[in-house]
Structures are given as structure tokens and as C-alpha cells.
């Protein structure tokens, strides 16, 4: 894309409205625009990192089995009443009514209507386990909406549901969605805590939630140092292997970690003394095993083995698709802007002509850009006719990993500069060699 022809409305004050760094940066990176309290235009840098994130959540989504589908957003209340939470769920719901006058609502959550799906569409246990999971716009008419995308009132969740035979069969979906949650967070660059929690009004009483550390968090978290420094990595596990799953997810929730609600100061004492921290945290996830809640309030059974009937075992599973946004940039940035993790970020990299106009540099980074898209990388061409200063400091904002940066006199020694956003650092190199670096660094992703 050259930025000439994109469309990057960038701010260059500080807007008034933001009180954390990541909604400011999203604003002034002409990343979105605020519509309403909590609700949000996605403009096209913002768009594309989003979508960046819900394909690593697809794609590591079905590397474990998980089956995509897609849910209205509208849904009606009786469905609702069936389960109870009509009424329980408060002023948080959106409530509409049509022109026949039927009660609607705008979906904070899908419990209710996969469970209809499901009931109309499985009978047997033979058909289990089964997880269906779509990612969707929500609407909660939050109390206080703020911080941008982080606490919205319209957002977009991944919503994943498993239907499965038994307890232990759904234990092991709830760890399942575990380990395929740190792995969606790890490739996003963000390192997750999986915390015990409070399930609210989804109900049950195993449910984790996943905190992203940052001094902006809406929640407070004491836990032990170590935690922080576990990875998946490369580690290849059998999703199907229950006993290797709940291995990693002992692994991951042994060392301390808790919200201020279910905080035990005892255990957190135990923990050596150095090592005890107590910060803030976003959520950026939670999972939940609920069992037969849903499934017997509104008749969703399967016939077993032995052929009797028994209500479907069920969890949810959410992830804060656009919440992640606001997470990453909580987590990469510094005062010059994002700094975003090469897994999630909009362009792979930019490029600053440093003397627009002029032949040769205008040429070598019309070469340099065709180069890399070769390698089936996305490059921002910054080609405007605008000071070397304002290239660099829009490059900064935006958060670009990766920068080129082309002028007269590096091309008189056919070099480039290949600058890291993350370290600042500069290497002098070819243009080809900047081409095949940057191509090794997503490569190696
Ligand atoms: C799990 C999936 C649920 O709703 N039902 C379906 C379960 N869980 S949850 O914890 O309430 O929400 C899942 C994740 O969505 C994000 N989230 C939000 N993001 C932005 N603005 C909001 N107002 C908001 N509310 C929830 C969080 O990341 C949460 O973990």
C-alpha cells in the first residue's frame, strides 16, 4: 500500500477524551473513530489489525477441531426465558422491540441459541464431542463504557460452545480451549495468565479468566513472578490426549495467580518472597464449564450407550477479539507510539522514501516494495512529499515492526537502513538483503 493513496487519518494532538495510552494511540493512528458512547467505526488501519487477530484466533481454533459458524446478532427473548436469564440479566442487555411488537435483544452472549441449535440438530452421544464457535459482534450496555475498544458496549467476541457426553469429557474441552487460548495469545505476542475467576452471570463454577499484565487493567492480580515466564513455544501437543492437556494446564496454573475477589493471602505468602508480585490486568479471555445449565433448562439431550437420555455437558468460551487491540498496545508501545508484535501487525513492513521526487530513490523503492511483495509480505510505502521527520514520527505511531528507510545516499553505496521499531537499532544493508531479512523474520513467525 503506498500511504499516499491510503487512507490514514492520523492525529497529531492528543485527544482530550483518552485517558490510557492504547486509546489514544488508536485514535491518533486513525485506527477508529468513536460513534457513540462504546461504539466504534473501524477505519482501515484498525480493520486490518483486527482481522489479523480474528484469523490467529480462527486458525488456532480449528487446529484443535473447533468448527466455525455464524450467529445473528439479533436474538429473540423467549429464547431467553427459557433459560432464565431474560430477566436476570439486567440493564446489561440490550432490549428491542420489532414492529409487531415482539421483545428482541442484541446479544451479549450465544448460550441460549447454540443450545437451540444444537437440540434441534444432535440426538446422539455419537455425535460428541462436538464445539462450535463463531466470532461476533456483542452489545452490553455497559455502565461505564470506556477506555475505547477495551470496555465497549459493541465488540467483538470469539464465542466458542462444547457439547460433550460427560463430565470428563467436558473437563477436558474446558482444558483444551485452555491450551489453545495461551497458544492464541503467545502468537499475538502477549503472554496471558490464566487466573482463577468469578463466572457471573454465565454461570458454573470452573472458570478461568486470561489477564494480560498492564498498569491500565481493570483488574488486580498478586502472583508469583514465574508464571510470566512460561511458554508454550513450539511444544507439540495431542489435543486428544487428555491426561498430556491437563498436564499443561496444571503446569500453568499451579504457580500463584488470583484476582482481588478469590485472592487466598495465605497461599500468596507461600510464594517465595521475591517472587510475589501484585499488578493489574486486562481479560482478555475466560472459559467456563457450566454442565447441564443450559442444556437441561431447555431440553437439549443426547441418547447414550446404554440408551438413555441425559442432558448435553457444556462449557463457553470467549476471547475479547477487539479488546485484544487495546491489550497488545497496553503491552507494546512507548511514547513515540505502538510498537506492534510481528504476529498481529497491519503492514509487515513500511518504507521511507527520504527524497521523494528524486529519480533513483523513487525507483529503488518502487524495486524494494514490488521485492517484498514477491515474498508475499504487505509493505507501507510512505511516498507522500513530506519531511523526513514526519515520515519517521507516522512511522513510529503506527508501530511498524520493521522500517526501510531509502535516500540518495545510502543507494550511493547500494545501502538501505533496516530499523527495529522495538530496539530502535539500524543495520546498513542491500536492499536485497533487507528484503530477505525481513521475509527470514515473518518466515520464522
Ligand atoms: C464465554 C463466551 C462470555 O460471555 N459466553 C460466550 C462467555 N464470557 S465473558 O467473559 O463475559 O466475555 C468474554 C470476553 O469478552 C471480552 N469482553 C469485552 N470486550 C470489550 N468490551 C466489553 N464490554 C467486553 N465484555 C467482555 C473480554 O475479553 C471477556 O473475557
Redesign the pocket.
Known amino acids: 500500500m503506498r500511504l499516499s493513496r491510503y487512507f490514514l487519518p492520523v492525529l497529531k494532538e492528543n485527544p482530550a477524551d483518552a485517558q490510557i495510552v492504547s486509546h489514544r494511540y488508536m485514535l491518533r493512528a486513525g485506527m477508529i473513530k468513536q460513534q457513540a458512547a462504546?461504539i466504534y467505526s473501524w477505519l482501515p488501519l484498525g480493520f486490518k489489525v483486527l482481522k489479523r487477530i480474528e484469523q490467529i484466533v480462527h486458525e488456532e481454533q480449528m487446529r484443535v477441531g473447533h468448527i466455525p459458524l455464524l450467529m445473528p446478532t439479533m436474538q429473540t427473548a423467549d429464547l431467553w426465558r427459557e433459560s432464565g436469564r431474560y430477566d436476570d440479566y439486567g440493564q446489561e442487555m440490550l432490549r428491542i422491540k420489532d414492529r409487531q411488537g415482539r421483545e428482541m435483544l442484541f446479544g451479549?452472549?450465544?448460550?441460549e441459541m447454540i443450545t437451540d441449535i444444537f437440540r434441534a440438530h444432535v440426538n446422539s452421544y455419537k455425535d460428541l464431542p462436538l464445539t462450535l464457535y463463531q466470532i461476533q459482534w456483542?452489545f452490553?450496555d455497559?455502565v461505564r463504557?470506556r477506555f475505547g475498544?477495551?470496555?465497549?458496549?459493541e465488540?467483538?467476541?470469539?464465542?466458542?460452545?462444547n457439547f460433550d457426553l460427560d463430565r470428563d469429557a467436558a473437563i477436558h474441552a474446558y482444558n483444551r480451549h485452555m491450551v489453545s487460548y495461551l497458544r492464541t495469545y503467545e502468537r499475538m505476542g502477549l503472554t496471558a495468565i490464566p487466573m482463577r475467576a468469578d463466572s457471573?452471570?454465565?454461570g458454573g463454577d470452573d472458570t478461568h479468566?486470561?489477564l494480560v499484565l498492564a498498569e491500565t487493567g481493570e483488574s488486580e492480580v498478586f502472583y508469583d513472578s514465574a508464571v510470566t515466564d512460561l511458554k508454550l513455544g513450539t511444544r507439540e501437543i495431542d489435543v486428544d490426549d487428555r491426561a498430556a492437556v491437563a498436564d499443561v494446564c496444571r503446569e500453568f496454573t499451579t504457580l500463584y495467580a488470583r484476582t482481588d475477589e478469590t485472592h487466598d493471602a495465605a497461599l500468596f505468602d507461600a510464594v517465595p518472597e521475591d517472587r510475589r508480585r501484585v499488578a493489574r490486568g486486562?481479560?482478555?479471555?475466560?472459559?467456563?464449564y457450566f454442565g447441564t445449565k443450559y442444556s437441561e433448562a431447555m431440553g437439549a439431550t443426547v441418547v447414550t450407550p446404554d440408551g438413555s437420555r441425559v442432558p448435553v455437558e457444556m462449557g463457553?468460551?470467549?476471547?475479547?477479539?477487539?479488546?485484544?487491540l487495546g491489550a497488545i498496545i497496553e503491552a507494546n508501545h512507548d511514547d513515540k507510539g505502538i510498537i506492534w508484535p510481528e504476529g498481529v501487525t497491519p503492514f509487515h513492513v513500511g518504507i521511507v522514501n527520504l527524497k521523494q521526487g528524486d529519480g533513483s530513490t523513487d525507483s529503488a523503492c518502487s524495486a524494494l516494495y514490488a521485492a517484498l511483495v514477491a515474498k508475499g509480505l504487505e509493505p507501507l510505502y510512505d511516498d507522500r512529499d513530506e519531511r523526513a521527520g514526519a515520515k519517521f514520527a507516522t512511522m513510529d505511531l503506527i508501530g511498524l515492526p520493521w522500517r526501510i528507510t531509502v535516500g540518495p545516499r545510502g543507494l550511493a553505496n547500494g545501502k538501505v537502513e533496516l530499523t527495529s521499531r522495538r530496539t530502535g537499532e539500524s543495520e546498513e544493508v542491500s536492499l536485497e538483503a533487507a528484503v530477505e531479512r525481513v521475509a527470514q523474520i515473518y518466515a520464522n513467525l
Not at 486486562?282 to 467456563?288: K, R, S
Not at 463457553?316 to 477479539?321: E, M, P, T, W
Open positions: 462504546g451479549p452472549t450465544n448460550e456483542k452490553r455497559e463504557p475498544v477495551m470496555r465497549g458496549r465488540f467483538l467476541m470469539k464465542d466458542g460452545y457471573g452471570p454465565i479468566e486470561f486486562i481479560e482478555v479471555g475466560q472459559i467456563f463457553s468460551h470467549g476471547i475479547g477479539v477487539s479488546r485484544l
